[in-house]
């Protein structure tokens, strides 16, 4: 049952723990082979299929179970050890975050197709200037 779950405790932990690792909400997504708009779902204290919890607590490097343990109440979470390689942002998925930031911000009407065709045409006329390899 959801409603016992604490989506508010889990989205303050992930949000902290990413900002820590110094990572943006797109770079978390892409190494946990979910889309921005899932993950952002987590940091907006929304539910999401149990099964992406795990690729979260991977993303995010931390102990298996962390994103759970935080929905019961946990109040801290395990960190994995340095075993766990070390996530970095491209400037292309930065600059995609940037771009699909943008959007939302300046237009309330273009839908989640027409912000990823725009993000793709900036990330091309980018690559074509020399600007992002």
Do not use: F, W
Not at 48 to 65: E, S
Not at 97 to 122: K, M, N, P, Q, Y
């Amino acid at each position: 049952m959801t409603d016992d779950l604490d989506y508010q405790n889990l989205a303050h932990t992930v949000r902290e723990r990413r900002m820590e690792l110094g990572l943006t909400i797109s770079a978390v997504a892409e190494t946990a082979d979910m889309s921005k708009i899932t993950y952002k779902k987590v940091e907006d204290a929304r539910p999401i299929r149990p099964v992406n919890y795990a690729k979260i607590d991977k993303a995010l490097r931390l102990a298996p179970g962390s994103c759970r343990a935080a929905l019961e109440g946990a109040s801290a979470v395990a960190v994995v050890g340095p075993e766990v390689r070390t996530l970095t942002v491209t400037p292309e998925v930065a600059a995609r975050d940037a771009i699909t930031s943008a959007a939302i911000a300046t237009s309330g009407s273009l839908t989640a197709a027409e912000i990823r065709e725009l993000s793709d045409r900036i990330l091309e006329e980018l690559k074509d200037r020399g600007v992002l390899g």
